[in-house]
């Protein structure tokens, strides 16, 4: 199994805190993903790095940020929690870019 | 609108029996891979298809290209219980590295 490991596992906040969520990888690929799912709507890309400080949004970028300061590691903040923020997230990584990603366990966030 | 459209979204059969499930787009894609997602996990990949008119074939599993690279489907043979979960066709078109995913199609096989 791919070397990526999401934390936490599973968080409750309230609105309006911010949030962090971290991925670490130990494969040193170059490209990391964020993504949420949710029912109905499928995976959906947040923020993509390319490389360190290195990255781009995704199709529901608004409302979070990332950074990438070390290959390893790609943090998900929301800088201001809100409850349509609740959802399952999952980190992954690829050496491609063009498919063939890795996938975390995922991060259970509820906002209350 | 969804870059990537699957269908059926929803498929319940008893086992035994075969099933296609599909993945389309307008766009090209120089990949597409297929993967399948098990509740409380992340995906994982089952298969990438590359070439125009490519079919890969994995046990009880055939994945197919379409010859303009905008389409793919997963075929499977006598499906087991175990095949249970959500397939996942996902790609990056053109030159970017925008990962995208379609909705997915929930198989169900009964025993």
């Known amino acids: 199994d791919a070397g990526i490991t999401q934390s936490p596992r599973h968080k409750v906040t309230e609105t309006g805190t911010p949030v962090t969520l971290r991925c670490h990888q130990t494969?040193?690929?170059?490209?990391m993903y964020w993504y949420r799912q949710d029912p109905g709507h499928g995976l959906r890309l947040i923020h993509y790095s390319y490389g360190v400080k290195d990255t781009d949004k995704g199709e529901v970028s608004d409302g979070y940020s990332v950074s990438r300061s070390k290959t390893e590691d790609f943090l998900l903040t929301l800088e201001s929690a809100t409850s349509s923020q609740t959802s399952v997230y999952f980190c992954?990584?690829?050496?491609?870019?063009?498919?063939?990603?890795?996938f975390g366990q995922g991060t259970r966030l509820t906002v209350v | 609108t969804q870059l990537l459209e699957q269908s059926p979204q929803f498929l319940s059969i008893q086992e035994g029996e075969n099933l296609t499930v599909y993945c389309n787009s307008s766009?090209?894609?120089?990949?597409l891979q297929w993967y399948r997602q098990e509740p409380g996990e992340g995906p994982v990949l089952l298969v990438t298809v590359v070439t125009g008119g490519e079919v890969k074939k994995l046990k009880r599993l055939t994945f197919q290209f379409g010859d303009a690279r905008k389409d793919s489907s997963l075929h499977i043979t006598a499906a087991q219980p175990g095949d249970t979960g959500l397939y996942l066709c996902?790609?990056?078109?053109?030159?970017?590295?925008?990962?995208?995913f379609g909705k997915g199609t929930l198989l169900t096989v009964n025993p």
């Open positions: 996902a790609g990056a078109p053109g030159s970017n590295y925008k990962l995208t």
């Open positions: 766009s090209v894609f120089s990949s």
């Open positions: 992954a990584i690829s050496e491609s870019g063009w498919g063939e990603a890795f």
């Open positions: 494969e040193n690929h170059r490209y």
